[in-house]
């Protein structure tokens, strides 16, 4: 999250913040180094390029195989904000016609602003308690907002009223030069 221009995050980096992992006597010492390297976050802003560094040290030194999550059954963040280079993937995405097993929505500035894109995603499945307002409750359907008509939406979002950044890339209407 944060600076989405540094270039420790995806698309140069295997690490998008979510991974799953064997528990073994392999992966526990990379964790607990990944813990004992906690001083470098104000320096990184992030764990992220902390355990990229050291993924490949625990695939050199520690012989640990490493395999990649599918990117449509896991997409990231970086697949919503360059989503003109996801070539249909996000359209097919919001219209229901590929269902991830998870979405993990990094390439953010802070949660607020992650809620926002999954509830326009249509991938946000959270309803804030009637009695108390810190609390969430599960929703069986999707709940729905309408931020930017920039960036991806499900299709009932295309003839609400939004704001975007740039008029020439509208999510709905644009073509890629076609």
Known sequence: DGDRSAPFFAPHMANSGFFVSKSN?????????????????????SEQPIFGAMLPEAINYLGMRVKTLSQRDFPAGHMFVYWLNSGDFMKQLVTGQVKPVLFHM??????????????????WYLNKNKDDATKYVCSKEPVVECFQWDQPSVPSCRDHN?????????????????
């Open 106 to 123: 990094h390439f953010t500035k802070n949660a607020a602003q992650k809620i926002r894109q999954m509830k326009q995603m249509g991938l």
């Open 25 to 45: 006597e392999k992966t526990a010492y990379l964790f607990r180094e990944l813990l004992y390297n906690g001083d470098n976050l104000p320096v990184r802003t």
């Open 162 to 178: 939004m704001t975007g950044d740039n008029p020439n890339f509208r999510f709905w209407t644009y073509t890629n030069g076609c």
